[in-house]
C-alpha cells in the first residue's frame, strides 16, 4: 500500500507483487482486493497512531517545500 501525497498529488496504489512483479498496474480500489487493501488500510492506521505520526505534514516537511512535480497518468480504471 503506497501513498503519494505531494502538493499536487493526494493518491494510493496498491500492487500484487505476485501477478505483477513490475507494479505496473495499481489494482487499489477494486472489489478484488478490497479486502487486503481494508486490512492494509488498518495497520498503516494502527502504526502512524502508535507512532503519534501527525495527520499532515509539519510546515517544515520536506514535501512542503517541494515544487509540484508531474507524475504520470494512471491507467483507467
Do not use: C
Not at 496504489?13 to 505483477?20: A, Q, S
Not at 477494486?30 to 492506521?45: D, E, F, G, W
Amino acid at each position: 500500500l503506497i501513498r503519494f501525497y505531494e502538493k499536487d498529488v493526494d493518491q494510493w496504489e496498491l500492487f500484487d507483487l505476485k501477478n505483477d512483479p513490475s507494479e505496473l498496474t495499481s489494482v487499489y480500489g477494486t472489489a478484488k482486493y478490497a479486502v487486503v487493501q481494508n486490512r492494509l488500510s488498518r495497520q498503516l492506521a494502527l502504526h502512524r497512531q502508535q507512532l503519534a505520526v501527525p495527520s499532515d505534514d509539519p510546515p517544515q516537511s520536506v514535501v512542503k517545500r517541494m515544487p509540484p512535480r508531474t507524475r504520470k497518468p494512471t491507467a483507467p480504471k
